[in-house]
């Protein structure tokens, strides 16, 4: 696990139960790859730290980030990219409703694309939210693709791949796993699309409410808009030798 090729990052708070089946699933579906699991515990208050304590001490590709308090999906995605040793880094939520066997073709997807594409965007199909989740859910991303040209139908999908270096450069802000793509686009690169199938919850209810989403995306939508209006060239840099 020294210098593994993809790093899986999982940010989660309070999800030791489903984090028991789903650890599994993660190492049967990149079994014969080179990876690490990071688990970014985001201030859990439950048995999470002793469940991956076990995992780690059995010799599982697993790491444990966590924060003293609890700071959000978006800070712990990033705990996750600055602790990767992976060239890649393929996120996904720690509640069990993204299928881990979408993640090697996240990886495969992005890296066959070729240097000019940097982001590899997992898009759900056949929605398990409940209804008001899924209605605040598409009328914010049919306003967020109007407004910035992002060419993605579902940027909230926690299933994303991405270059490392790259996922490093991104501006943080809260909210900016959402918003992926229209960065990614922002630094002069290109999104390609995995169509994937959510499931159902196991246990437990969700941790990052519909009102952290919704109110104050659209604070956050000007301002990734404001972004990207300020840089309107991104030039190709190349050091050039006259020795």
Not at 20 to 41: H, K, N, P, T, W
Not at 67 to 84: E, M, P, T, Y
């Amino acid at each position: 696990m020294s210098n593994p090729a993809i790093t899986i990052v999982i940010p989660c708070r309070n999800e030791a139960a489903n984090l028991a089946f789903l650890l599994d699933e993660v190492d049967a579906a990149m079994d014969g790859r080179s990876y690490e699991v990071i688990v970014v515990d985001d201030g859990s208050t439950d048995a999470t730290g002793a469940a991956l304590e076990a995992r780690i001490k059995a010799g599982k590709p697993l790491r444990h980030v966590r924060h003293d308090k609890s700071a959000g999906q978006s800070a712990a995605v990033r705990s996750g990219v600055f602790a990767a040793k992976g060239k890649v880094v393929v996120t996904m939520d720690g509640d069990g409703q993204n299928d881990p066997a979408y993640l090697p073709r996240l990886a495969d997807a992005l890296l066959q694309a070729g240097p000019a594409i940097g982001i590899a965007a997992g898009q759900r199909l056949k929605r398990t939210d409940t209804k008001l989740k899924q209605i605040s859910s598409k009328y914010a991303n049919m306003l967020r693709g109007a407004i910035l040209q992002d060419y993605t139908r579902d940027s909230g999908c926690g299933l994303k791949a991405v270059h490392t270096h790259l996922f490093r450069e991104l501006p943080f802000f809260d909210g900016w796993h959402r918003y992926l793509p229209a960065l990614v686009i922002r630094e002069g690169y290109g999104v390609v699309h995995v169509d994937v199938v959510d499931r159902e919850r196991r246990h437990g209810k969700s941790n990052y409410g519909i009102l952290d989403r919704g109110l104050r995306g659209i604070l956050d939508l000007y301002g990734v808009w404001w972004l990207r209006k300020r840089r309107k060239t991104v030039p190709t840099i190349t050091e050039i030798s006259h020795g």
